[in-house]
């Protein structure tokens, strides 16, 4: 209302007060809508609750002479093409290479094959990446997880030593200290944190 009117006062014809006037509206709209976007892109999701021993009701075998590294994720969750490049710059990057799985989320009721995306088929790819589909999300439940892109490490005698995400937003790659805390743990043993929020979808929906 002020702005209209300051654009009333000002004496300009009224063809061009319509036009100002609604310029105005719609950068208020666009700034609107950016901040809400921005909100929502920094806004983590549920951390796990990830026991602090490997689970021994896992059907996962963890490796005994390195560290396992473990990828819950939706098969549909556009976030988690983020967090699958990074997976793929911290393997690159380290010497010391875990036994690695994805898991991805296969909700009851679901047909065979629902779960293998593009995403699936992504993670596929990595080089000695073991993708698994977690039906009912059985895993996903053992480990604590309730979002997509949650990583866990666990070392060699299957302690926890990291727990959270690695990707710094939603759907955003670059350094973040998810990636550079496995990064280190990976390479030199410790890093300077051993936990990060995780940015993704929901693993399960409500009541489930």
């Not at 009224?14 to 100002?20: E, G, M, S």
């Not at 796990?48 to 490796?63: E, G, I, K, N």
């Not at 009912?136 to 926890?160: H, I, K, M, P, V």
Request: aromatic share 8%; net charge positive.
């Amino acid at each position: 209302m002020l702005a209209q009117g300051l654009l009333l006062a000002s004496g300009l014809p009224f063809r061009k007060l319509i036009l100002y006037g609604t310029a105005l509206v719609w950068f208020g709209t666009a700034g609107t809508g950016l901040w809400a976007l921005m909100a929502y892109e920094n806004r983590p999701g549920a951390s796990a609750t990830a026991p602090q021993r490997w689970p021994v009701q896992s059907r996962l075998a963890r490796a005994a002479d390195r560290p396992t590294l473990v990828l819950l994720a939706h098969p549909q969750c556009p976030c988690t093409r983020a967090s699958l490049g990074e997976l793929a710059e911290i393997l690159a990057r380290t010497g010391n290479r875990p036994k690695t799985y994805v898991l991805f989320l296969r909700p009851a009721g679901f047909a065979d094959g629902w779960e293998k995306s593009d995403l699936w088929q992504s993670a596929a790819r990595l080089p000695g990446v073991t993708v698994v589909r977690d039906d009912e999300g059985r895993e996903a439940r053992r480990f604590g997880a309730a979002t997509s892109g949650q990583t866990l490490l666990y070392d060699a005698g299957g302690a926890l030593v990291f727990s959270g995400g690695i990707t710094g937003a939603r759907g955003q790659m670059g350094a973040n200290a998810g990636q550079m805390a496995l990064i280190n743990l990976l390479g030199r043993g410790d890093a300077d944190r051993r936990g990060t929020s995780v940015f993704g979808c929901p693993l399960f929906s409500k009541g489930t």
